[in-house]
């Protein structure tokens, strides 16, 4: 007899304002950036920064910063291995879960820089691979205003 497909994981609202807390507001960098999240789940994790004058990296083209790219995929990569970490342990309330980010830290990271970031605004997205016990992977992008890829990224990130 064929097993029944999984079930999806609907991520409550407190956890998700909780979530959104710490990524917009209590990660003062990510504040800095102007980074707003548009879509947590476990799937993925879907987030924008608006460009700037502070972002520029090269003045004459206007270009973001490098560093930029490199910290918002860093950031939304976490996070996407996050949301799947907390479907895993649906069993825990939404603070237990969330409390899950205080051992959260890049192991690793890996940034291709397609295109020069140019554009109004950045669509950043990000799934996780997998989460273990001990170590979560993700895949991220930086997708410009029209939809074009501008950046990729890989990470290891340390859950436990």
Request: aromatic residues 6%; glycine residues 10%.
């Amino acid at each position: 007899m064929p097993h029944p497909p999984p079930q999806a994981v609907v991520l409550e609202p407190a956890y998700i304002e909780g979530f959104r807390q710490i990524h917009e507001d209590k990660i003062v960098f990510n504040k800095t950036l102007g980074l707003k999240l548009l879509k947590v789940t476990p799937e993925g994790v879907e987030a924008r920064i608006d460009m700037r004058s502070d972002l520029v990296g090269h003045f004459v083209y206007n270009r973001l910063h490098g560093g930029v790219i490199s910290a918002v995929l860093d950031a939304i990569g976490s996070a996407a291995v996050m949301a799947a970490m907390a479907a895993k342990h649906m069993d825990e309330p939404p603070e237990k879960r969330l409390e899950r980010f205080t051992k959260l830290g890049t192991i690793d990271l890996r940034v291709d820089f397609l295109r020069p970031g140019i554009g109004e605004h950045f669509t950043i997205t990000a799934n996780a691979l997998r989460v273990g016990s001990r170590v979560g992977s993700s895949r991220m992008e930086l997708f410009g205003p029209d939809g074009t890829l501008m950046s990729t990224g890989a990470a290891a990130y340390i859950v436990s």
